[in-house]
């Protein structure tokens, strides 16, 4: 089972990055799947699921600016991020979840937000 991101960068506040995980492994569409972050020196921090039948939910820091999204027939994750500031620099994993807890996780992509 793998789980690879993709999509990470330098961008200037207000920017936007989509980020990307591909999957491989196990069923894909059959799991719910994660967005997690971890800023410097911080915790993780939850910030996106979608179901496998494309119901999303947010964390309150990212709603309206984020999108989550999935193909299931590409096996992929996305996450679609706008109007960027230099908090939202941290490092994106995908993370799967299995039975509630997040089982499988992605190596991660570094998303720095600065000028």
């Known amino acids: 089972l793998q789980l690879v991101e993709s999509g990470g960068g330098l961008v200037q506040p207000g920017g936007s990055l989509r980020l990307s995980c591909a999957s491989s492994g196990f069923t894909f569409s059959s799991y719910y799947m994660n967005w997690v972050r971890q800023a410097p020196g911080k915790g993780l921090e939850w910030v996106s699921a979608i179901s496998g039948g494309g119901s999303t939910a947010y964390a309150d820091s990212v709603k309206g600016r984020f999108t989550i999204s999935r193909d299931n027939a590409k096996n992929m994750l996305y996450l679609q991020m706008n109007s960027l500031k230099p908090e939202d620099t941290a490092l994106y994993y995908c993370?799967?979840?299995?039975?509630?807890?997040?089982?499988?996780w992605g190596q991660g992509t570094q998303v720095t937000v600065s000028s």
């Open positions: 993370a799967r979840d299995g039975l509630g807890m997040f089982d499988y």
